[in-house]
């Protein structure tokens, strides 16, 4: 496996591979990866022939600043579970490498950034957008793979390869859970014990609203339900619980079975934000 720190060497490193024909496999990621992060390489693995997994925790994507600082960096443990998997290509650029200056352009992705991790992280998709469109032009995949925990981020980055032609697939793969239910994330390593116990609450909690709809109580029933919930853990801090229409994101007010739609809750525990979704 090569572990690569500038854009030239991986860009001349990929010209090669596409002399040979080979199909390119991408997985962006912020590092401090588990197991969720490793299911993506392996499918990645397995459908194409050479598999870039870039490592860079984006600083632009964070409002806030706390939350950049104490984001994991385990960059040793990562190229360890990545050569484990197979992985081709790590590529781990630093900041000034990725930005040599701040970029000036801002992407506006219309009613996605409106609505839930949009409103409450200012600025935050443009922060993704602008640094995956800059991935997406050095490595130029043939397949791109993302987890569908930060459904809000599939949206808009469908939306990013669409409107801009990007040549490739985006691929979105299921979220990886832990046994009792909790969503994998890196976040999760900065729980403390006892909050670890009680954070698989924020699943139960997507159950219990999903449940509730399919037995018939309306979107706003099952909102004070939640609310409710989450009153009686006070650990938690819930930042927003949504009944979202799956393909826009947008809030369904009147729930009707039969349309696919996506449940999408952010609590934060032990100071720790946790974000996880329920599609049905
Ligand atoms: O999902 C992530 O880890 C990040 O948002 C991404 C896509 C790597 C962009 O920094």
């Known amino acids: 496996m090569k572990i690569l720190h500038f854009k030239s060497e991986l860009r001349f490193l990929l010209k090669e591979a596409r002399i040979k024909r080979n199909k390119i496999g991408f997985v962006p990621t912020m590092g401090a990866l588990h197991p969720g992060h490793i299911s993506l390489i392996e499918r990645a ?20 600043p706390e939350d950049l600082k104490k984001y994991p960096r385990t960059l040793e443990q990562d190229c360890f579970l990545l050569q484990e998997a197979a992985c081709d290509v790590v590529f781990a650029p630093s900041a000034q490498e990725m930005y040599p200056q701040l970029p000036e352009l801002s992407i506006n992705f219309g009613n996605l950034e ?18 995956v469109a800059k991935l997406f032009h050095i490595v130029q995949p043939d397949n791109a793979y993302f987890g569908l925990k930060d459904l809000q981020q599939v949206a808009v980055l469908n939306r990013l390869v669409r409107d801009l032609d ?44 999903k449940n509730a709809l399919l037995a018939g109580k309306s979107s706003s029933e099952v909102k004070d339900d939640i609310l409710l919930f989450y009153e009686d853990l006070p650990e938690f ?34 100071g720790v934000r946790l974000i996880d979704n329920l599609v049905f």
């Open 45 to 64: 693995k397995s459908e194409n022939d050479l598999v870039v997994c870039s490592i860079f925790v984006n600083p632009t994507q964070f409002d806030n």
């Open 114 to 131: 409106t609505v839930m991790e949009g409103a409450f992280r200012k600025g935050h998709f443009n922060g993704v957008g602008i640094v």
């Open 166 to 209: 990007f040549d490739l697939n985006l691929i979105a793969c299921p979220t990886k859970r832990e046994i009792d239910g909790l969503a994998m994330s890196s976040r999760n390593v900065r729980l403390s014990k006892e909050a670890r116990m009680i954070a698989p609450n924020i699943y139960k909690s997507l159950n219990m609203a």
């Open 237 to 270: 801090k819930l930042e927003y619980f949504e009944i979202t229409d799956f393909e826009n994101l947008q809030n369904i007010v009147d729930f009707r079975p039969g349309k696919k739609t996506a449940l999408c809750v952010v609590a934060y525990l032990d």
